[in-house]
């Protein structure tokens, strides 16, 4: 049962444009919703994340936005860079549960 | 701060031996670590949470006595692939979570395991 639902699964954007990846979840005990970033064979960075209690999150280029009565969140990369191109996973984890929970991954490319 | 390394960063073996893959924190404590496998253009899978001094969790479906985990420090958690075979071929990659009551976790960089 896949928990975390992420789309789209890929995704094409021009320099300076702005990157958004979708997250929707099912269970409404997750209280904690970070984003991570992975290079081709590399671990996952933490970039940012958010609790259900605030409604957007900022740093620097990345926004968080949370929708707590649809059970959805997005990342938005604002001014994308091509060093921005990346897979991109959202996630989530409940009170009880310390493991996160993925979603399946945007690999986000920028053009030049 | 918050810096997680995986000991080897790549290993070949051949079909039948075993590995053993390291996770430190380098700059806190982690009472809790875990061990997740991805396979190419995938998402992570959780195979098991490690507990300090206690015995690991393992996810439905993952053989323990296949991916022995254990968290001897709170430092240290080492994953043992025993017996490997080439479907056991995959990037492991383990995370911790500061014992400071933070709910982020951070990742190691990954061990590509190649079972020849």
């Known amino acids: 049962q896949q928990q975390v639902k992420q789309s789209p699964q890929s995704l094409i954007v021009q320099k300076g444009g702005i990157s958004i990846i979708n997250c929707a979840y099912e269970n409404t005990a997750f209280d904690y919703f970070p984003w991570y970033q992975q290079f081709p064979g590399k671990g996952p960075a933490l970039l940012i994340a958010?609790?259900?209690?605030?409604s957007e999150k900022k740093e620097g280029r990345f926004t968080i936005s949370f929708n707590k009565s649809a059970k959805q969140f997005s990342l938005h990369i604002m001014d994308s860079q091509p060093g921005d191109s990346a897979t991109y996973f959202c996630?989530?984890?409940?009170?009880?549960?310390?493991?996160?929970?993925f979603g399946s991954g945007t690999r986000l490319q920028v053009q030049p | 701060g918050a810096v997680v390394s995986q000991h080897p960063s790549r290993v070949i073996c051949k079909s039948g031996t075993s590995v053993k893959i390291e996770c430190r924190s380098l700059d806190f404590q982690a009472t809790t670590m875990f061990w997740y496998r991805q396979f190419p253009k995938k998402s992570l899978m959780l195979m098991a949470t490690?507990?300090?001094?206690?015995?690991?969790?393992?996810e439905q479906g993952v053989e323990k006595d296949k991916f022995l985990i254990n968290h001897a420090s709170l430092t240290l958690s080492t994953l043992t692939v025993t017996s490997a075979h080439p479907e056991d071929s995959s990037f492991y990659i383990c995370?911790?979570?500061?014992?400071?009551?933070?709910?982020?976790?951070?990742f190691g960089p990954g061990t590509r395991l190649l079972v020849l």
């Open positions: 995370s911790a979570r500061p014992t400071s009551g933070q709910e982020t976790q951070y």
């Open positions: 958010i609790r259900p209690d605030v």
């Open positions: 490690s507990n300090e001094g206690s015995k690991a969790t393992y």
């Open positions: 996630a989530a984890t409940r009170p009880g549960r310390r493991a996160l929970t």
